[in-house]
């Protein structure tokens, strides 16, 4: 990723290079305007390269532009993001199987199609399953992309618009003059700005409090694993087993989704990322999802870290004050989102309303009535990552 010299001024900062920070930046790139991101490490380094790639969030008020744009986005950013369409339910607990036929009961009366498979039909749609899989749903709405191909799709076409990125550059501070954001502090030097987008995942609380924005994350650590390469599936999509992931397009099987461990981070993120048990926990479960291919090998993992919200939503707000700063955390289901995100931020920052959807019930007003103790509330207790 080329960098040019340190700017000293933007029209918009961008701090964070995940995947919706660089989709805003992209969205803003496109509407013409001069755009920097920062980020502490490389583009993508945390759960946005890392992730199950799905894009399917029929829970979410973005849904709707989620779905209209993701067939476009190897079109839109010029680059490919191996975007698959479908996306498959499987379930070996009747109970479970019963809810995700309810889940498509409620796509199918949103106006999405949705078909139950009984356990025939999933074996022959899913065929690294057996008879031990009850039976499903197919998705013929949603699919799931490569988060490493569409994280580096979305910082190449913002650089070919005109924007840039300046990695291994942390924010680690944020300037106010006015009642408005002027600068963010870098080790490099200052960079002024007209307005600021703060998507900096965990570390997006401690950047903001200074500056009187309240903003409750819990960092935790995620854990996906990759095996090796099974026979590709014709829908390479597959959910189930308290699993969320992929087939690769090499027949590799991506796949993560476990109780989280709560941790500290200190502003370059946890200070250490070892490997923990949940690994061998969801090697069982996939085997028990793809009992066909319980014979494959564990071929690699990633521990990093996600930020979670009090409720599990998104926030996607302007607050009135600073006036100029628009804040962003997706709470685990950022990548699949991020067509959407991204053009609800680029709206937030130029128009101060999303022009698609009412995001009102992900604005920060949900939480002005936090309690202080809410972490230890929730047993979510915070250790300092060894």
């Known amino acids: 990723m080329s960098e040019r010299d340190m700017p000293r001024h933007a029209s918009v900062v961008v701090i964070g290079a995940g995947v919706t920070g660089l989709s805003a930046a992209w969205w803003l790139a496109r509407a013409g305007v001069d755009v920097v991101v920062l980020d502490k490490g490389v583009v993508g380094w945390e759960a946005s390269g890392r992730n199950g790639g799905g894009a399917s969030h029929y829970q979410s008020p973005l849904f709707a532009e989620e779905q209209r744009l993701w067939p476009q986005m190897d079109e839109l950013l010029g680059y490919p993001t191996e975007y698959r369409r479908e996306r498959i339910i499987i379930q070996r607990d009747p109970v479970l199987l019963d809810h995700y036929r309810a889940v498509g009961r409620m796509c199918s009366a949103m106006g999405y199609q949705v078909e139950d498979l009984d356990s025939t039909q999933a074996q022959a ?3 690294l399953t057996d008879h031990s899989c009850l039976g499903g749903i197919h998705l013929r709405f949603g699919g799931h992309a490569n988060p490493q191909r569409t994280v580096q799709a979305y910082a190449w076409a913002l650089q070919d618009l005109g924007g840039q ?3 291994h550059c942390p924010a680690l501070s944020i300037k106010t003059r006015g009642g408005r954001a002027s600068a963010v502090v870098t080790p490099r030097g200052t960079i002024a700005c007209d307005a600021l987008v703060v998507a900096a995942g965990p570390q997006a609380e401690a950047l903001l409090a200074p500056i009187g ?3 409750p994350l819990a960092a935790a650590r995620a854990e996906m694993i990759v095996t090796e390469p099974a026979p590709l599936m014709a829908i390479g999509g597959v959910d189930g087993n308290g699993l969320y992931g992929r087939q690769t ?7 993560g989704g476990g109780p989280h461990e709560w941790l500290a ?5 946890p200070l250490a990322r070892p490997t923990s048990p949940l690994v061998r926990n969801l090697a069982r479960r996939v085997a ?6 319980a014979g494959l090998g564990v071929i690699r993992s990633w521990a990093g870290i996600v930020e979670n919200t009090p409720d599990g939503r998104p926030i996607l707000d302007r607050p009135a004050d600073p006036g100029n700063v628009t804040v962003a955390t997706m709470s685990g289901v950022g990548f699949g989102l991020s067509p959407a995100s991204g053009h609800a931020i680029r709206d937030l920052v130029l128009d101060g309303v999303c022009s698609f959807a009412d995001i009102s019930k992900l604005g920060l007003a949900r939480f002005a ?6 972490r230890e509330r929730r ?8």
Do not use: H
């Not at 981070?265 to 993120?269: F, I, K, L, R, V």
């Not at 028990?288 to 291919?293: D, G, N």
């Not at 009535?369 to 809410?374: A, F, I, R, V």
């Not at 047993?379 to 060894?386: D, I, N, P, V, Y």
């Open 265 to 269: 981070t200190d502003p370059a993120g």
């Open 125 to 127: 749609m899913v065929p």
């Open 379 to 386: 047993g979510w207790a915070l250790e300092r990552a060894a």
């Open 288 to 293: 028990e999802l793809f009992p066909r291919a």
């Open 249 to 255: 397009l090499r027949g590799n099987l991506a796949f």
């Open 165 to 167: 990125i300046l990695q």
């Open 213 to 215: 924005i309240r903003f």
């Open 369 to 374: 009535t936090l309690e202080p103790d809410w």
